[in-house]
Nanobody
Framework: QVQLVESGGRLVQAGDSLRLSCAASGRTFSNYVMGWFRQVPGKEREFVAAIRGSDGSTLYNDSVKGRFTIFRENGKNTVYLQMNSLKPEDTAIYYC????????????????WGQGTQVTVSS
């Protein structure tokens, strides 16, 4: 069982940077693929980025590639999402998720979810 707690979301202006954190419980954090997703009311949950625990390889949604960076500190059981050059369309609730198999962009393939943190980007 893994429990995930996100933090760092807040109101920012377009062009600003923001770092989200996701703290995980458990002693086998490095075994999990960690993902970030986001959701806007009335829309489906959207894949943002994911990172493997074994080799740190990453995958990004094209809409955030070059602006967002996912990284993890296995010793701290924490995964981060560094968001630069934020745009109003990045406004959403951001969720952290974990799964034990390979990287996936599909929300239903993740076993564990955090409660979400709100990011609002004003124009």
């Amino acid at each position: 069982q893994v429990q995930l707690v996100e933090s760092g979301g807040r109101l920012v202006q377009a062009g600003d940077s923001l770092r989200l954190s996701c703290a995980a419980s458990g002693r086998t954090f490095s075994n999990y693929v960690m993902g970030w997703f986001r959701q806007v009311p009335g829309k489906e949950r959207e894949f943002v980025a994911a990172i493997r625990g074994s080799d740190g390889s990453t995958l990004y949604n094209d809409s955030v590639k070059g602006r967002f960076t996912i990284f993890r500190e296995n010793g701290k059981n924490t995964v981060y999402l560094q968001m630069n050059s934020l745009k109003p369309e990045d406004t959403a609730i951001y969720y952290c998720a974990a799964r034990t198999l390979g990287v996936s962009t599909t929300p239903s393939q993740y076993n564990y979810w955090g409660q979400g943190t709100q990011v609002t980007v004003s124009s």
